[in-house]
């Protein structure tokens, strides 16, 4: 089960809930911070963080020797990264997507290509055995997406199989009969089976990434004007890409009933209300998660993990 939670804007309390839900699932979990500008999931799980990447695109990088200048990079290359100008092929490093195009149909085999570092991927387990993970994109870096993309497919330790533990056994034993989940069943099968994406904010390119590829993604909101603008954003790229969502309500008590009243219209579940307390501000100001400041908090998100898949289990 791959679960992203989004939020429209930061500081919704996006993070909050990704945290506590990854403490809840135990060491059935792989956690991807996927807010690679401003990772900060890690402040409050505390992994080991042992194994580290670089990521980017590979540029090209044309052999000027070879090079006949007859254009037909250029006229591939649809972001207009590559020019022909005269006796010169002329490459635009910040607007290319190294799609590897211009590679494949240069005739002369001019182009060859470089990795152009944008950040670095992150990985270790926390001490509940958390399998955790984070992009990390260099200050200044115009794409978040490479990184992205590497990020979710990155699996720098093998998967610890048959962990001791507490396990959500509840959302373990129905795994096999959710969408795009292929574990294999048995004693011995892997136990990293929930995903949990900690989106970036917003509602641009890096979000689209990160919810492409899940089962479910949670939006984290509060009843506010600007929570609800920021909220029907957010639900319709969830639309666009027919992936199916849920809402949580962070600060629950200040604002209005707009929130709410725009999910009962729109079929959007409300799974959680989160009070607005000063204790809890305090503790989350502290470096604690959600349940080690509220531990009635538990069965809550478990009882949210549990909602989705049946949802999905539903749908299936
Ligand atoms: S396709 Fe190859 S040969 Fe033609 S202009 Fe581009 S780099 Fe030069
Ligand atoms: S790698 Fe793709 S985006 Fe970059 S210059 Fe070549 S065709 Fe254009």
Do not use: W
């Given at each position: 089960m791959r679960l992203v939670v989004a939020s429209g804007k930061?500081?919704?309390?996006?993070?909050?809930?990704?945290?506590?839900?990854?403490?809840?699932?135990?060491?059935?979990?792989?956690?991807?911070?996927?807010?690679?500008?401003?990772?900060?999931?890690?402040?409050?799980?505390?992994?080991?963080?042992?194994?580290?990447?670089e990521v980017g695109i590979q540029l090209p990088v044309v052999d000027e020797a070879l090079c006949t200048h007859c254009g037909r990079c250029a006229e591939v290359c649809e972001f207009h990264a590559i020019a022909v100008i005269g006796k010169k092929t002329l490459i635009f490093p910040e607007?290319?997507?190294?799609?590897?195009?211009?590679?494949?149909i240069c005739p002369e085999k001019a182009i060859s290509e470089r990795l152009d570092v944008m950040g670095v991927l992150e990985?270790?387990?926390?001490?509940?055995?958390?399998?955790?993970?984070?992009?990390?994109?260099n200050v200044g870096e115009p794409m978040a997406v490479p990184i992205l993309r590497e990020l979710k497919k990155w699996k720098p330790?093998?998967?610890?199989?048959?962990?001791?533990?507490?396990?959500?056994?509840?959302?373990?034993g129905r795994r096999s009969n959710l969408p795009g989940n292929n574990v294999a069943s048995g004693e011995n099968a892997p136990r990293n089976d929930i995903e949990i994406r900690d989106s970036p904010p917003g509602a641009s390119c890096p979000v689209v990434e990160t919810m492409r590829g899940s089962d479910f993604i949670l939006l984290v909101t509060e009843p506010t004007p600007f929570g609800l603008h920021d909220l029907k954003q957010v639900v319709g790229i969830t639309r666009e890409l027919g992936i199916p969502s849920g809402v949580i309500i962070n600060r629950d008590g200040i604002?209005?009933?707009?929130?709410?009243?725009?999910?009962?219209?729109?079929?959007?579940p409300v799974l959680m209300r989160i009070p607005m307390e000063r204790r809890f501000a305090e503790g989350i100001a502290q470096g604690k998660t959600l349940i080690q400041v509220e531990p009635e908090y538990t069965r809550q998100f478990r009882h949210i993990l549990m909602q989705i898949a049946d949802m999905l289990a539903r749908q299936s």
């Open positions: 930061g500081g919704t309390g996006k993070t909050t809930v990704a945290t506590s839900l990854a403490l809840v699932a135990g060491d059935a979990v792989r956690f991807l911070d996927c807010d690679v500008e401003a990772p900060n999931a890690a402040l409050f799980l505390a992994p080991k963080l042992e194994t580290r990447k607007l290319c997507h190294g799609c590897g195009s211009c590679t494949l990985g270790g387990f926390t001490s509940e055995g958390i399998d955790f993970a984070q992009g990390v994109m330790m093998s998967l610890r199989a048959a962990l001791s533990g507490a396990v959500f056994s509840e959302v373990e604002g209005n009933n707009a929130v709410e009243t725009y999910c009962a219209e729109t079929g959007l």
